[in-house]
């Protein structure tokens, strides 16, 4: 194994591609050696050959690419876990595609736990922040298409009433708003939500806290709308999660 990972590495150094003879004398494998773990390499499809020269093969460059995406994928959790532990709050990020309200990912602590979902996030979506948040970001006919599919109904005694009132509260606010929400997905609970820009698709960060601290709600959605939510963006778009 150790000596097909150095013939991989050998060859990724060769980018015309380098003949046998001389990846044994760069590695300092045995010939005989050197031709039996490329034809291994080659029929595994780490490499290719080539008239006589060998290059790195499809099977290598999708283990890179995992790699790096996987690296990318990190990078975008240890940014959620940043601002969970830089505003003492729960993170959650959060998309609309094909339809539907799809909450990826959740940063969150024992001592600030996350809410818990009594009611299916993708059915309530009139009732949090998140869900309030990515509606804002779609069209009007997408927003009724959605409605007409998980229409209004009441999931706290502070849950907007009916669609129509729904639909005025979302044609009000614009595409950029940090968009709030009071114990209305649940009883002693505040929220708040960013949008950020992830390609085409409708996307959302937001932060919960205990209704007790919601003096600091606001101010904690205007700092990751400031300081985070861009770069949090970026690396949700480039792993497209």
Sequence with gaps: ???????????????????????????????????????????????????????????????SSSGARQKRRTAFLEALAHWRDALGAPVYYAVYREGEIDVLCVSDTPGNPAVEEWAAFRETGHAHAIGQCLLSQLGEEDRRDHLARHPVRPVTPYTVRDGHSLLRRLERSRRTDVVTERQEYAVGTVCAAIPVTVGSTAAAIAISLPAHQADRLVPAAQRLQTEGARLVGSLALSISI
């Excluded at 044994?24 to 020269?53: M, N, Q, S």
Aim: hydrophobic letters at 40%; aromatic letters at 8%.
């Design 1 to 63: 194994m150790q000596r097909a990972l150095r013939l991989l590495e050998c060859v990724s150094g060769h980018t015309y591609g380098a003949p046998a003879k001389q990846l044994a004398r760069e590695t300092g494998l045995a010939l005989p050696t050197t031709y039996h773990l490329l034809r291994t390499l080659v029929h595994e499809g780490y490499l290719r050959r080539d008239k006589g020269l060998f290059f790195l093969g499809e099977a290598t460059e999708r283990l």
